[in-house]
């Protein structure tokens, strides 16, 4: 069904896929976001298919430097990421860009094939943004495991993000795989956090794994009982949840002192 008022009016362009990339660029900016949407996916084809559109991809340029509406600076830079206009140069100069949204997307796009860990981990320390922290928290899972210590280290310092609905859980999410791989980091990672739920999941995760790697489990252990009475209940209580079902478990060395 189609329901209309008065007299409809034909749109004045009848097919997106036989513009020019002039023309194509003038669409990504049309009123219209359906067409919008379009041109962006047949600059995408179009580059897909070998078509040279540096032009088309200075004028994107242009138009995301001159255009005041940070809707239509958006949908600039989306352009030029479907279309291979947004190198990675560029992508990090948009990390210091004023607003919010478009430091987003800029890490959402540098977070395709090889991300900047150490960009990304100087971002996490200073971003004052949670929607940006929470695209780099997303941006962990991208990276080698080795590296992804030192951007969580950055997350995880924020502590007005304690409490947030997503960060705390893509923050693990990202960290997970390092319970096998490098089980002290994640201590090293606790002992410095502000994120209760965090320190929580790493402290379960390490009694999960407490037959492999007794040693990362007594070494948080020995931070819990130099730490804080909130920061001990939150290690108890992994503990409690990593061990749930176990009949008999292998006591930590130190257990006697955070005990």
Known sequence: YKIIFGEPQKPSISDVSKLSNDDLVAA?????????????????????????LNLTHKTLLHAFETRREIPQK????????VSGGATKEWLGNQLNHPNEHVRTWAVRF????????????????????????????SALQRLPVDQRADVASGLLSHKKD????????????GLTPLGDTN????????????MPRVNRLIARRL??????????????VQVAARKSDAFRTDIVQGITEGLRGWRSAPVPKHWSQLR
């Open 183 to 194: 089980p002290m980091e994640l201590v090293k990672l606790a002992e410095a956090s502000e």
């Open 162 to 173: 304690a409490d947030d609905h997503n960060l705390p859980l893509m923050i693990w999410y």
């Open 110 to 137: 540098l977070s395709e094939g090889n991300p900047p860990a150490s960009r990304l981990a100087e971002l996490a320390r200073n971003e004052a943004s949670s929607l940006v922290r929470l695209a780099i928290a």
């Open 28 to 52: 990504v900016f049309h009123e219209n976001e359906w067409f919008s949407r379009h041109a962006r996916r047949v600059l995408q084809e179009r580059a897909a298919s070998g078509m040279d």
């Open 74 to 81: 958006l949908r600039a830079m989306w352009a030029l990421g």
């Open 207 to 220: 009694s999960e794994n407490i037959e492999k790697h007794p040693e990362a489990l007594d070494a948080l």
